[in-house]
């Protein structure tokens, strides 16, 4: 079955790892996760992405903060979809992080997600949804996904009309 390969910068990325986690569990995509950095660890870096095809990734998410230059590492390294998601790890609150990742050159694309734990969901659905294609089963659960998400938007509607109307 295809999976997701989650690459953290650092082991401080976990909690933003783990919102990814739990979203792929949801829709039951496996995932598979590793700690390697651009700067440190270029070589484990560059082995573990060239080799991701083999395990049957079929999307890579790119978790960093600071410099934020793994994604891009990552990209340069495969030809499999990359979604970056950027952390708030320092005094600028992510925006760094977030301007590393959006300007890649020409050829090397990442797709880039909001800073911090919504990004780290999108990532997630994102992933889905590429993986999705001819897979009927996981189709149905995205449809399903989206439906109960509008739902939700409804129910609360209804509920401050509610409310509201009592207020007077």
Same mark, same amino acid.
């Given at each position: 079955?295809?999976?997701?390969?989650?690459?953290?910068?650092?082991?401080?990325?976990?909690?933003?790892?783990?919102?990814?986690?739990?979203?792929?569990? @949801?829709?039951?995509?496996?995932?598979?996760?590793? /700690?390697?950095?651009? %700067?440190?660890?270029? @070589?484990?870096?560059?082995?573990?992405?060239?080799?991701?095809? %083999?395990?049957?990734?079929?999307?890579? /998410?790119?978790?960093?903060?600071?410099?934020? %230059?793994?994604?891009?590492?990552?990209?340069?390294?495969? +030809?499999?979809?990359?979604?970056?998601?950027?952390?708030?790890?320092?005094?600028?609150?992510?925006?760094?992080?977030?301007?590393?990742?959006?300007?890649?050159?020409?050829? /090397?694309?990442?797709?880039?997600?909001?800073?911090?734990?919504?990004?780290?969901?999108?990532?997630?659905?994102?992933? /889905?949804?590429?993986?999705?294609?001819?897979?009927?089963?996981? @189709?149905?659960?995205?449809?399903? +996904?989206?439906?109960?998400?509008?739902?939700?938007? +409804?129910?609360?509607?209804?509920?401050?009309?509610?409310?509201?109307?009592?207020?007077?």
């Amino acid at each position: 079955m295809s999976k997701v390969g989650i690459i953290m910068g650092s082991k401080s990325d976990i909690e933003i790892a783990e919102k990814v986690m739990d979203t792929l569990d @949801e829709f039951g995509v496996e995932w598979e996760v590793t /700690v390697s950095s651009a %700067h440190r660890t270029p @070589e484990k870096t560059a082995d573990w992405v060239k080799n991701a095809p %083999h395990r049957g990734v079929k999307v890579i /998410v790119a978790i960093a903060g600071a410099a934020a %230059h793994l994604a891009g590492v990552v990209a340069s390294e495969t +030809y499999i979809p990359v979604l970056a998601v950027p952390v708030a790890s320092t005094s600028l609150q992510g925006m760094d992080a977030l301007l590393s990742m959006v300007q890649m050159p020409g050829g /090397v694309p990442v797709a880039t997600m909001a800073i911090g734990k919504a990004g780290a969901k999108n990532a997630a659905i994102f992933s /889905v949804q590429i993986i999705s294609a001819g897979d009927e089963i996981l @189709e149905k659960k995205l449809l399903d +996904y989206k439906k109960e998400m509008a739902e939700k938007v +409804y129910k609360d509607d209804e509920e401050i009309q509610r409310r509201l109307k009592n207020r007077g």
